[in-house]
């Protein structure tokens, strides 16, 4: 497939995914606040309630060059709507939509009028949308529609290159989202590991879960309080568990694996080992050495696949030079 | 669009034919249409504008920073044609197509057509768009124009006249297609009502006749592909819809690349050779090397591949020399040339002041013609009669008795009005219509075309860009008796 169509089906569905993950961390984020103060007590001056959207996303510095103050409103405006925040929710739809439409000769037309029709509906808000009242549905319906996508990409698509580029886009943006936010959580929580129980800790580690879909999943396995441990158990090793590391790892180990001929050997390289690690990995291990060093570890690994994805698949010259 | 078209009072009514009462082609579908509450109609406009929308079949707007797509005004009260007159314009279309595609061969080789006196030579030589560098290049079946747009006008109950000719990228049939599928979906009992002939075979059609014209070497498996100037361009959708449905790759300029005179595409699994290429490229922006040096939407190198045989490119290089407005008027006699054959479409009837019977009836009849220059384009230089004052066509007069060859006439002729949904209800617009001819190993077109109209009332313009819109043509499969 032509490398240029090939980048674009995986933005694509990176952007989508990115969208519906500033979807769930704003949702979870914005729930928080109906709780009373004390649940919302920063624990370190610089965890603010609402900093840690932009911690998380990397958006901090963006943000203060737009804003003098940190509240609410205006991380909600950033990160929802703002169109200079590349990662806003509108410019992700935005950008997903774009990418489909160069390539819609690629997908099935049902994917490309899921992604046109999200854009049409939700791509343009207009600012009443940040009223509390109508936030939370705003946020549920972007990621409906980002599990609309899947679902139509999964059921109507040929398992060819098409799909395996586009199911990379979407594993990879996911394990870079729940590294981030559980490092970050963690980070926050880290000062009262041991009050297991406490209201708290219950709401703080419960937000973490219900933004990547896991506070279910987390009581049907453990049957048990929230406890910061099986938490990242959960979100790092769990292989049933859609949205952890492991899982995307082994999803994006054998999207490359299926993508034929003579290229990317080394992202197939990469991908196994970050698989392995996982799939070998131990909780009590990954504590003893410290979690937020496994996670960092993690992101600089999944950076770099990203990197020799577009090395090896997208970039033109590489291509250019192999044929002399 | 034709200036010859300015006046309308002599437009000829498609739905009520010559003698007034309603034509049998439209026949059937006024039955139905006087059954059908008028709010039913307006609720099917509506339903066909959102799905336009979702399914994005929209072009982009030039110039609007905003970015914003519109979707084309779509009628949904389709055009008619009997099996009989499209009979006539099918097969017109076609040897005015072979005739060109002749007309094109010879002149970049022989010049028969020249050393015959039919056409001056500096008709040729001096006309921009002709290309020296195609001069003696021999193309996989001497095909210049694979894809070719004839835009006719119907004139009375069977005839029709050629406007003009497109054959360098003629574009507008996805929205042939589309229009299709759309009626199909909105009116599915009226398919089951009228027999209309299919036009889904389109693309196949198409592909067809581009694998059909790889080169020689190349013909086992030849990979072809869509060239496209990219995402901002306005006919976008088109180049990815007929990508798609002809399952060949979309590629832009900078997806490609030549080495040693033969063109690859870059994929993911390395270079591929590319042997046929669809261009919806202008000429002057194929090769930043041989053409434009600012062309950011060409290949480096693809002529050099070109004229070594190892890539086709559809359409030809070159052909514009054929479908200007001063070699228009000769079309009828390359017919009778090369054919040997007359021609089944008339042009409009053109006066060629160079000739002095010609000159004396102009002359004597210009408030009730438009005069053209030969080289003139885009309305410049040009006389409309019924619209200009006396003093203006007595200024005219002087510039032509100047120079007389340097003007050809044409009586004023308006479109045919067919009926269309307006807010008002269903009342008549001016529409033209250009039936779409493919050539590989054959020549071939499909029953109908792309009919444009002009949504507001009494205006002749049909393009998109100025408030008109697009009907699904229906080109029955055997007239009622």
Known sequence: ?324 | MNAAVEAQSMAYDELHGADGTIHPAYRSYTEWLAEVPPEMLQQKRLEADLLFRRLGITFAVYGDESGVERAIPFDIIPRIISAKAWDTVGKGCIQRVKALNMFLHDIYHNQDIVKAGIIPEEQILSNPAYRPEMKGIDLPGNVYAHVAGVDVVKVSDEEFYVLEDNLRTPSGVSYMLENRRMMMRLFPDLFSKIQVAPVEHYSDMLLKSLQAVAPASRSSMPVAVLLTPGAFNSAYFEHAFLAQQMGIELVEGQDLFVKNAVVYMRTTEGPQRVDVIYRRLDDDFLDPLAFRSDSMLGVAGLLSAYKAGNVTLANAIGTGVADDKSTYVYVPEMIRFYLSEEPILSNVPTFRLSRPDDLCYVLANLPELVVKEVQGSGGYGMLVGPKSTEKEIEEFRKRILANPSNYIAQPTLALSTCPTLVEEGVAPRHVDLRPYVITGQEVSVVPGGLTRVALREGSLVVNSSQGGGTKDTWVLEADAC
Not at chain 1, 267 to 281: I, Q, S
Request: net charge neutral; charged share 25%.
């Open chain 1, 1 to 324: 497939m032509l490398s240029r169509t090939a980048e674009h089906l995986f933005w694509m569905a990176r952007h989508i995914e990115r969208a519906e993950n500033m979807a769930r961390m704003l949702d979870v984020t914005f729930r928080m606040r109906l709780l009373p103060a004390s649940i919302n007590q920063p624990i370190e001056p610089w965890a603010q309630p609402w900093a840690v959207p932009l911690i998380t996303t990397g958006t901090a510095s963006a943000y203060y060059a737009l804003y003098k103050e940190l509240n609410a409103d205006n991380v909600l405006e950033f990160m929802v709507s703002n169109p200079e925040n590349p990662s806003s929710i509108v410019n992700c739809l935005k950008h997903a939509r774009e990418n489909a439409r160069t390539v819609r000769g690629s997908i099935t037309s049902e994917m490309w009028e899921s992604l046109n029709s999200t854009w049409m509906e939700y791509g343009n808000p207009g600012p009443e949308i940040l009223e509390t009242t109508r936030l939370g549905e705003y946020f549920e319906h972007v990621k409906q529609r980002s599990h609309m996508f899947r679902g139509v990409t999964v059921g109507t698509a040929l398992r060819d290159e098409s799909f395996f580029f586009t199911r990379l886009g979407t594993f990879l943006e996911r394990a870079d989202n729940t590294a981030r936010i559980l490092d970050v959580k963690y980070h926050i929580l880290l000062p009262s590991p041991q009050d297991v129980g406490g209201a708290q800790d219950h709401y703080q580690w419960g937000s973490l879960l219900r933004s990547v879909s896991a506070f279910e999943a987390y009581r049907k396995i453990y049957r048990d309080t929230i406890h910061p441990r099986k938490v990242a158990e959960l979100l790092i090793l769990r292989r049933d568990m859609p949205r952890s590391l492991r899982h995307c790892a082994t999803e994006i180990y054998s999207m490359l694996g299926r993508i034929l001929g003579n290229t990317g050997h080394e992202a197939l390289r990469k991908a196994g080992d970050l698989n392995a690690r996982l799939e070998f990995g131990r909780i009590e291990d990954i504590f003893t050495s410290g979690l937020h060093e496994y996670l960092i570890d993690f992101l600089d690994r999944t950076g770099e696949l990203g990197a020799g994805i577009h090395q090896e698949f997208f970039a033109s010259t590489t291509l250019e030079m192999r044929l002399a």
